[in-house]
């Protein structure tokens, strides 16, 4: 059930036999029935129609070989599009969403997902300040599958809850290994579904227990259309966090429907420029008005900036000279291998102070 009808519909569901109902979260439940899932339809539809409480669902059926997490996972991605569909609509799980969570959770398994690593650096000094892990999907024989193609299947199928696991494990492990004689930071992304998760807060504690990293040397990015939904379990998960020392960053700012009024109380520390507006740049350009206004407000309200899609000097020099703090992109280096982040962050760390450091780019 959604947020609109979750507390009415705790109330009327009781444990009755074999159904077991739980609550998964804030706003979400699940139900457990000894039935098809034609069978489950129907009966919630006959709930709808005598609770007339508003409330979408997403039903998926057991297949052979499911685990609990691949039918929950189905289950969660079903509920997913019907409130994507909007109003209180109940949908049930299409049998690709289960093919690829089978395939993606295989190749996890095999070891075709990996993790790259942008250096993020600073704009003023060219010194590498951190990186972004970022999931790579190579299948044998085929090869890299780009992940504008892999992403949306994982978020349909639920894997991407596994995906960030994954992402979050690996990249706090790698960052753990780089020198503390620099204020480094590693990005990970974060998806809707993992952050509207009731045990996110303990899953990402967790890992920086087990990897010995830093809170204050981790960063999450959520989109902006994320913290637009206002969710209160991703909101208090958020702060949560944040009062771990965890930093927030707020990813391809400038593109949803911005509230200024809001942006002052949204757990966030970090903004990042959207692509769009740096790529929009020209050569000849001495000022760009949209990011002078972006870190103008970042600014004033004490948050970082990050300029995204940098490839040209000009966009770094106009993007420094508006006040932005940090850039990444293919102008100071494509994803690579965290050794490239390491050698780059040993070398600041040695360094003279006073001599610019120039990051290594991965080739």
């Known amino acids: ?7 009415a519909a705790a109330g009327a569901v009781t444990r009755s036999g074999d159904v077991v109902v739980a609550r998964t979260g804030g706003d979400r439940f699940a139900l457990v029935v000894p039935a098809s899932a034609a069978d489950t339809l129907a009966l919630l539809e006959r709930f709808r129609a005598d609770d007339r409480t508003p409330f979408s669902a997403g039903v998926a059926g057991w297949r052979p070989g499911d685990t609990p997490a691949t039918l929950c996972g189905r289950a969660d991605a079903a509920l997913d599009e019907a409130r994507r569909a909007g109003g209180s609509r109940i ?3 299409a049998d690709t969403a289960a093919d690829d969570w089978a395939e993606m959770a295989a190749a996890l398994s095999a070891g075709e997902f990996t993790v790259a690593y942008q250096p993020i650096t600073d704009l003023s000094s060219g010194a590498v300040t951190g990186a972004e892990a970022l999931i790579r999907w190579t299948r044998p024989g085929r090869g890299p599958v780009p992940p504008i193609d892999f992403i949306p299947r994982a978020e349909r199928s639920g894997f991407i809850v596994e995906l960030g696991r994954f992402v979050l494990e690996t990249a706090c492990r790698e960052a753990a290994t780089w ?6 930071k590693v990005t990970v992304n974060v998806s809707g579904r993992e952050l ?4 996110y807060y303990e899953q990402v504690t967790e890992v920086l227990i087990a990897t010995g990293l830093p809170p204050e ?5 959520v989109t902006e259309s994320m913290l637009e939904a206002d969710s209160p379990v991703a909101l208090t998960t958020l702060h949560r966090l944040r009062a771990l020392g965890i930093r927030i960053a707020i990813d391809d700012f400038g593109t949803g429907w911005s509230s200024l009024s809001r942006l002052d109380h949204l757990p966030a520390d970090i903004l990042k420029i959207d692509r769009s507006f740096v790529a929009a740049i020209p050569p000849e350009a001495t000022s760009a008005p949209l990011i002078a ?3 103008a407000l970042a600014a004033a309200l004490g948050l970082r900036t990050v300029g995204e899609g940098v490839e040209e000097v000009h966009q770094a020099a106009l993007l420094a000279r508006h006040g932005c703090d940090e850039g990444q992109g293919w102008l100071h280096g ?6 490239i982040i390491r050698q780059a962050l040993l070398g600041r760390s040695t360094a003279d102070p006073t001599q610019r450091t120039v990051p290594v780019r991965p080739r």
């Open 1 to 7: 059930a959604t947020r609109s009808g979750g507390d």
């Open 91 to 93: 949908f049930c799980s």
């Open 179 to 184: 020198t503390r004689a620099v204020p480094a």
């Open 196 to 199: 509207h998760r009731h045990d």
């Open 217 to 221: 040397r981790l960063v999450l990015e």
């Open 293 to 295: 206004a972006i870190t």
């Open 334 to 339: 494509r994803p690579g291998d965290g050794a």
